[in-house]
């Protein structure tokens, strides 16, 4: 067990070294991944440990895109306080429709924070300072190694909160709101206030994933910063890899980036065709992620593949 | 004048909205599936029935059936063979594999029928009835009247036949209706076939008043959502009745506040009410 | 009532909750003393299982006060009445399925009284203490979906016990167990109480009812129509019959 954080920080190291080793292409590639990644890991604290699949968080990551924009080119603030900015936009956010919006379960969930989001996106587009539906450029740089390494330095602290999730009261509170919430309540898990801090821990690395891109690609506007399809992504990826593990996020967005890219750089229509074929697959026989199929092959063979389907048709 | 116009508008447009969310409604309610492939299965309809006029000359309205036959196949197709294998598995799963779903029957229809849009354009296509100063063009009123028409048949079939009760049974409560001798494997099969037949003879209908593309899907399926949780997934006439007032919502709000806004509208709606919902009564996961 | 001077443990007093116009428990009074086992029992649908969700705080009551050590409990939600020492068990079982046992019943001792424990570590201790006490630490590591009927029962037991109540609420736990099993449960609920915990024990499995309770309530129609000594109160006509007008109807 002790080889393992060995052998991530030996990960987290390479991938740091990339600037120098790789050439400017692998490196915006690299930071797309790394963004995907963060936003996958923030999305598994509340879908993935709590429970609550919210198809919403692209509310926050368009929160985090305007606070940094608007920190930066209405406000002639630094970067650093964009950031902040953005932050404490989703923060703000989650915390005020939090209580609401979380006594909803299931799909109705999954379908309000969708409706927020595309809320926000049209009270957005209202505002002169958001630049309304033109939206707003920000000062140009070509740093990007900078962006590059806060990206890695975001994911690597979301998924250092999700080690500590796992291992703390406070995540074992969560586990049980999954579980059952009711049973939880009874055992003295305060499930309303639980909910609302998972919320804002998954808004809080969301908003400064916005942000970091926001700068990155230069120019915004409410379409692309409320993008609602990131929010099927980042579903899929923190599902694909593993909902409710540390690493399984991050695994499942570093495979399917790179396999949409792979795939895209060919044949494009075909590349979208496949790429909905291989989430069919996916779901079919691995409904718990990569993760725990791995896990599952390790004890029981290839035969869990077919295990799974068995425990789940009907 | 223009008001009674825009409401006109709005109510026929949104009896076809109704239409759409039916077939959401009926698998969601059923089967606890929120299908994200539901506008596929519209787009496919609409497809079917472009191709049966322009290719065989049959009325469009004539060729609502077939196409309802031909994606009741498709649709059972689906659940048997591919959805029943996760059924049981968590909630989430069936949204990622009808979103996977929806992405390859986007992306067959593009490669099939390419991106073109077509319009279903029969001889009448540009008559009008007026009635009362409101001018009502034939089409849509066909198309409204309907949805009527369908929402009433499945209404029936709900609670009139042996089949509607099963199906019934089995939304309530799975393991009492095994006892009774249901097969759930087919019975979810049958349901998931009606509910694609619905959205084929809403996509049929939708190509008569606006286009058929291979990207119409994502869309109509936001909207299906919304006028199935408005209306209830009980009650065909609560959805039909939905439809209708997002599209009176949106002919209004098209003139009222801009028409990038109409979808954001059914979203802030749908917020609202189910947020002021009294929390006991959604207690249901 | 009680003819004991130490203040009551727990006290109801008239409390009363309707469902779609019907009183499910109606203007119910009873104290509970420190280290008393009060057994609860009555006809289906009598509003036990109503009652004690009314304690625990599942459900809030339209009426009535709801006192325990002293202090008001009836507008507080459960974490906060599970907090202050009120823990329970679940008639229709509630596990959390995909945790293993011994996580079960670390949440237990993680969130009960007082806060529970603030590391997970003790709380896992604490959880093995409570495994074998109710004798399940040889299934410590499988998940609670997989345990068998009685198995989930200890599961559902250790859960509320983990939680160090002052007030524990037993609904059913004995249900389906072998005459061998029941006595084992009696047991293991005796030496509860010794060690200092307030016990409510719903139950229909009468000879386990008449060897455990100090005291016995019979609810009937959501009302309380009978209280006090076992003899007495199984003997009263008022009980016979409405267990046996019960089965007639």
């Known amino acids: 067990m002790k080889l393992r954080p060995l052998l991530l920080v030996l990960a987290v190291v390479l991938l740091a070294l990339l600037p120098v080793l790789g050439d400017e292409v692998t490196m915006q590639y690299g930071i797309d991944v790394l963004l995907f990644a963060t936003i996958a890991q923030a999305w598994n604290i509340l879908g993935g440990f709590t429970g609550y699949a919210s198809f919403g968080n692209s509310a926050f990551y368009g929160l985090g895109t305007y606070g940094t924009a608007i920190a930066m080119t209405q406000w002639g603030q630094p970067f650093w306080l964009g950031l902040v900015f953005a932050a404490f936009l989703g923060v703000a956010c989650a915390l005020l429709i939090g209580v609401p919006i979380l006594r909803l379960r299931g799909h109705y969930f999954a379908i309000a924070t969708l409706g927020l989001s595309a809320t926000l996106a049209a009270i957005i587009a209202n505002l002169d300072i958001a630049g309304r539906n ?67 821990l998954s808004a809080f690395f969301t908003a400064i994933a916005g942000g970091i891109h926001a700068y990155w690609i230069t120019f915004i506007d409410p379409g692309s910063a409320f993008d609602l399809t990131l929010n099927v ?20 967005a570093f495979i399917l980036t790179v396999v949409y890219q792979l795939l895209a750089s060919s044949i494009s229509t075909a590349a979208a065709l496949l790429f909905g074929l291989v989430i069919v697959v996916a779901v079919i026989f691995m409904p718990r992620g990569l993760w725990d199929l791995g896990q599952g092959i390790g004890r029981f063979g290839p035969r869990y593949l077919l295990q799974n389907i068995r425990m789940h048709r009907l | 004048m223009l008001f009674a116009q825009l409401l006109a508008n709005g109510v026929l447009l949104g009896g076809l909205y109704g239409l759409m969310a039916l077939g959401m409604s009926l698998v969601w309610g059923v089967l606890n599936i929120v299908n994200l492939a539901h506008g596929a299965l ?28 031909v994606l009741f196949a498709v649709g059972y197709v689906l659940q048997r063979f591919v959805l029943n294998l996760v059924i049981r598995s968590a909630l989430l799963n069936t949204l990622l594999i009808t979103f996977g779903l929806e992405v390859v029957l986007t992306y067959c229809a593009q490669l099939a029928f390419s991106a073109d849009f077509r319009t279903i354009n029969p001889p009448y296509a540009g008559a009008n009835i007026d009635l009362l100063g409101v001018t009502l063009p034939v089409v849509r009123l066909g198309a409204f009247a309907t949805a009527l028409v369908l929402a009433a048949l499945m209404w029936m079939l709900l609670e009139r036949t042996k089949l509607g009760r099963a199906i019934r049974a089995t939304a309530q409560n799975l393991t009492a209706a095994r006892l009774y001798g249901v097969d759930p494997v087919q019975l979810y099969a049958i349901t998931f076939g009606l509910g694609a037949a619905l959205a084929g003879a809403a996509g049929g209908l939708y190509g008569l008043v606006s286009q058929v593309t291979p990207y119409m899907g994502s869309a109509l399926t936001a909207k299906s959502f919304v006028i199935a949780i408005m209306g209830g997934l009980e009650n065909p006439f609560g959805i039909v009745l939905g439809g209708v007032v997002i599209g009176l919502a949106e002919a209004l709000a098209a003139i009222y506040i801009g028409p990038t806004f109409t979808d954001a509208i059914s979203f802030g709606l749908l917020v609202l009410i189910l947020v002021a919902r009294p929390a006991r009564s959604l207690q249901v996961t | 009532m009680s003819d ?40 289906n649908g009598a509003g036990k299982t109503t009652l004690v969700n009314l304690i625990s705080g599942t459900l809030l009551a339209d009426s009535g006060e709801l006192r325990f050590e002293g202090t008001r409990i009836d507008p507080l939600p459960p974490p906060r009445r599970a907090y202050l020492g009120i823990s329970r068990t679940f008639q229709v079982m509630k596990p959390f399925p995909r945790l293993s046992v011994l996580e079960n019943v670390t949440v237990g001792a993680l969130f009960g009284f007082a806060g529970g424990e603030r590391s997970r570590a003790a709380a896992r201790e604490r959880a093995r203490d409570v495994l074998d006490f109710v004798g399940l630490l040889h299934r410590i590591d499988q998940h609670a979906d997989q345990l068998s009927g009685p198995d989930r029962k200890r599961l559902e037991l250790a859960k509320a016990l983990a939680m160090r109540p002052k007030l524990l609420l037993l609904d059913e736990v004995m249900a389906g167990l072998t005459p061998g099993e029941v006595d084992e449960v009696v047991t293991i609920i005796h030496k509860i109480r010794a060690s200092g915990v307030g016990i409510l024990v719903i139950e229909h499995v009468m000879r386990a009812i008449r060897s455990l309770s100090d005291r016995i309530l019979v609810l009937h129609h959501g009302e309380a129509i009978a209280e006090g000594k076992p003899d007495a109160v199984l003997a009263d006509a008022r009980v016979i019959e409405a267990y046996l007008g019960k089965r007639r109807a």
């Open chain 1, 233 to 252: 992504r980042m579903v899929i990826m923190a599902m694909f890899g593993g909902p409710g593990t540390v690493l399984g996020p991050v695994v499942g």
């Open chain 1, 134 to 200: 033109l939206g707003l450029v920000l000062p140009l740089t070509r740093n990007e190694p900078m962006f590059y390494e806060a990206s890695l330095a975001l994911l690597v602290a979301a998924s250092l909160t999700v080690a500590w999730i796992a291992r703390s009261r406070f995540g074992m509170g969560l586990l049980a709101i999954r579980e059952d919430e009711d049973a939880a309540q009874v055992m003295g898990v305060s499930t309303t206030r639980y909910k609302v801090a998972a919320l804002a």
């Open chain 3, 4 to 43: 004991a001077t130490p203040a009551p443990l727990f006290e109801a007093r008239k409390i009363t909750r309707h469902f779609l116009g019907l009183k499910a428990v109606n203007e119910v009074s009873f104290t509970l003393a420190p280290k008393q086992i009060l057994g609860l029992i009555g006809p």
């Open chain 2, 42 to 69: 519209i787009m496919l309809g609409g497809y079917c029935v472009y191709f049966l006029f322009t290719g065989l000359g049959i009325d469009p309205f004539a060729a609502l059936p077939i196409a309802m036959l």
